[in-house]
């Protein structure tokens, strides 16, 4: 990456907009990763011009928000990282809708939702993701999915034009969507709820964080659930009667509290978190011929 690139970039989003060498264990919720060569926090109107700009001079990009569904390889990622969370987080209201950035937090939009007594976003309380990353992967936690509240979809598409999506072109799917697919890239979402009753909204807010309190490791550093639910089973189920319950590799286990989640008990790599789900994988499939695939991604090099 040569100094006319950076020197570009820097007119684009200031200089204090880029952080070069940026360690990624600051941005994702394993608390693990190398280095990335630049990170940049573009806020939504240059956010085009700063892909355009790695597009241009071939610069590889990537796009982020809180890290919280996302494993970083410890060798770190060549290119361009670009962190919506905190940039792109306009949050405003329409009657009975609320309009987020794609860098605005769910819990945020949540708690809004709520002071405005607007019920539906409670099950999206405690996602510790992103709007833009709950979007891309159609989030849900206790009976809901962003399907079920979401009205439309600003993206920037593949040739730098923002287009507006209605959740039915989304094509949202569990754990999925047409954004990776078609390289969008979400700018901002629109959530279409009902009125309520505040303490009402609050109260099942309260009632599932006690939940989640509960039944979750939410005192380690994690990426949420590690793989995605087979269908007609529960990951987590299934690695528990594996006998994995507590397997550690170095510094990452398998949670004594919910086996779908592994853990970064202290310490963890990249690789131990890897080399767990490949030996819990293969633990699962050789005793009960099921296929676990990973709901986290992963980026970078391992």
Known sequence: ??????????????????????????????????????????????????????????????????????????????????????????????????????????????????SLGLAGMEFAAGIPGTVGGAVVMNAGAYGGEMKDILESVTVLDAEGHEKVLSVDELELGYRSSCILKNGYIVLEAVFHLAAGDETEIRARMQELAAKRMSKQPLEYPSAGSTFKRPEGYFAGKLIMDAGLRGYRVGGAQVAEKHCGFV?????????????????????????????????????GEF
């Open 263 to 299: 853990i970064n008990r202290g310490g963890a790599t990249a690789a131990d978190i890897v080399k767990l789900m490949e030996d819990v994988k293969c633990e699962v499939e050789r005793q009960f011929h099921v296929t676990l695939e990973p709901e986290v991604k992963m980026l």
């Open 1 to 114: 990456m040569n100094g006319q690139f950076l020197e570009q970039l820097e007119q684009i989003v200031g200089r204090d907009g880029i952080r070069l060498e940026e360690p990624m264990s600051r941005h994702t919720t394993f608390r693990v990763g190398g280095a990335a060569d630049v990170l940049v926090t573009p806020d939504r109107s240059v956010l085009s011009q700063v892909v355009a700009l790695c597009k241009k001079e071939r610069v590889p990009y990537y796009i982020i928000g809180n890290g919280s569904n996302l494993l970083v390889g410890d060798g770190g990622i060549r290119g361009v990282v670009i962190e919506t969370k905190g940039a792109v987080n306009e949050l405003r209201t329409e009657g009975e809708r609320i309009v987020a950035g794609a860098g605005t937090l769910l819990s945020q939009a949540a708690s809004r939702a709520a």
